[in-house]
């Protein structure tokens, strides 16, 4: 499994952003797919997650009612976006991918992952 993460930027505090995650895989329908972010000197934390069928999420707090998960099993594409930027939003974003045929969307444990996508929100 592939993943690749784009759509990063710079944007200003209260903007919105799309990122989206291109999965190379066979078997795309079968993954959890996760959105992941780490800021300068702090640790990687979950941002949100979608389940294999698209129909369960999973969000942090810290961005639940701003963020909005989808998933196309058709493009293989994960795309999460990102409304009301603040500026803690600022961060590098990585998704992740894991093989689970659960409806609860995990929060750790991803085997796969892309490179990340920077975003920058401004004042």
């Known amino acids: 499994v592939q993943l690749q993460a784009s759509g990063g930027g710079l944007v200003q505090a209260g903007g919105s952003l799309r990122l989206s995650c291109a999965v190379t895989s066979g078997a795309f329908s079968r993954y959890h797919i996760a959105w992941f972010r780490q800021a300068p000197g702090k640790e990687r934390e979950f941002v949100g997650g979608?389940?294999?069928?698209?129909?369960?999420?999973a969000y942090a707090d810290s961005v639940k009612g701003r963020f909005i998960i989808s998933k196309d099993n058709v493009e293989n594409m994960v795309y999460l976006q990102m409304n009301n930027l603040k500026l803690e939003d600022t961060a590098v974003y990585f998704c992740a991918a894991e093989a689970d045929r659960s409806t609860v969307v995990r929060t750790e444990g991803y085997d796969y992952w892309g490179r990340g996508t920077l975003v920058t929100v401004s004042s």
């Open positions: 979608i389940a294999w069928n698209g129909a369960t999420t």
